[in-house]
Each structure stands twice: as structure tokens, then as C-alpha cells.
């Protein structure tokens, strides 16, 4: 589903080069749930924007889908993740002045799914979460680990074959994790192929593969 062939991420910063992901190869099989740990500035992020298609690698190569994503254009790349890929980037980007529920049902309004249908999925999976009772708030007035929880779910709600999870833990205390991960889980079990990128020794048990990211 996913294969990264020795990806090398590099940016120009300050009129120097920096190359936070050098040679770095993996793949994951559908319904492999794939972590990426390392430590902060490791390039973990690098990894899972690449495979979303936002950023260009420097060299290697990224499959998803048996398509190299970085070889489309932007539509096309658009059009990919509309049908293949659910993500939820490392910053909390939501629309602040919409509610919860219209938040993570957007990516399925966008989709073509029906109102409803995306208003049933997108309660379901806040459920999962804890952040039912929040579905009428709008977002701006979130707490953080209020707001990481609608960004998991708005990926989760895609119901996509890939999800790509930037990560996803980050602001949330022991409890809630854990419903975080046995949410991530479920999905892996419905056979989901899943990229997590996440400083939490606690994914570790669900995790099919360990990927380890160094700074060079
Ligand atoms: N657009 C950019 N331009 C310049 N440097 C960048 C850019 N994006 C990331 N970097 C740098 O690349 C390195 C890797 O960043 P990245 O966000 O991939 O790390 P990370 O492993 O996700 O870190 P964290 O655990 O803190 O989220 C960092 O030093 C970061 O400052
Ligand atoms: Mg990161």
C-alpha cells in the first residue's frame, strides 16, 4: 500500500541545506500499522508529508497505491488523496469558526457523500473519541487535546485506505490515548493500512512495524 524507497527530504534554511531524512526505505503491506518514532527534528513529519504529497523528496521514490504521488500534479495529488488517503498533519488545522461535527465531516461533503450519511460517520467516530459531547461547539473554542481529537477524527471519518497520523497522542493524558490508539487500532483490524509518526512508547503494542528515523 505504502512504499518509501531511500527518501532523502532536504530544505534550504537560512541559505544552508539541511537534510533531516537521508536514505530512508520501508513499506507497509494493507492492514500494516507502521510507527515512526525518533526523536524531535528527526524528520518524522518530513516522512508523512512526503507521503501525503505536499512536499517534493529530494531524491527516492514514494508509492501509494502502487502510484508515485510525488509525480503528480497538484490535482491529481488531490484527486489521490480524496480517494486513498486520510491524514491528520502534526498542527491542529480546523476551521475555527465551524462547529466540530462540520469539521470532520468535511473531507466526506467534499467526497460527494451525502449529509447525513457524513453526519452519522463523523458522530460515530467523535464517540470513539470522547468528543461526542463537543460535535455543537465550535472550534475555536477547543483545548488543545480537544482539538487533536477532532483532527484524528476527521481523518478516521474519511474511512479511507490509508491514513497517515502525525502525531496523533500529542496533548492528551494516558487515558485518552488509549482510546486514541484503540481507535487507530480498529481501523488497522477493518484493514487499513496505517503511518503513524508519534513519540508515544504506548503505540508500541499495536504497532506491525517500528521505524526508526535518526537526525543526520
Ligand atoms: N519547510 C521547512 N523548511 C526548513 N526546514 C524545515 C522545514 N520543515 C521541517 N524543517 C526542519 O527539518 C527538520 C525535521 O523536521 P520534522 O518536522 O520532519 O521533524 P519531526 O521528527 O516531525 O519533529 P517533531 O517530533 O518535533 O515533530 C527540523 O529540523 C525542521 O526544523
Ligand atoms: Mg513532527
Redesign the pocket.
Known sequence: MVRVEDLT?R???GGRV?E??SGVSFALARGELGL?Y????????????VVAGF?KPHRGRVYVAGVEINRLGWGEANRLRRMAIGYAM?QNILLPRSTVLFNIMLPLIIQGISREEAEDKAAGVAEELGIEGLLDAKAYSLSGGEARRVVVARALATGRPLLLL??PTSNLDEETSLRVWRAIESRRRSGATILV?T?DQAGARYADKIIE?S?S
Open positions: 527530504v530544505y534550504v534554511r539541511i533531516p531524512v515512526l525518533g526523536r524531535s527534528g528527526s524528520g518524522k513529519s518530513s516522512i508523512i508529508n512536499i502534526q502525525d502525531e509518526a513519540h528515523v537526525p
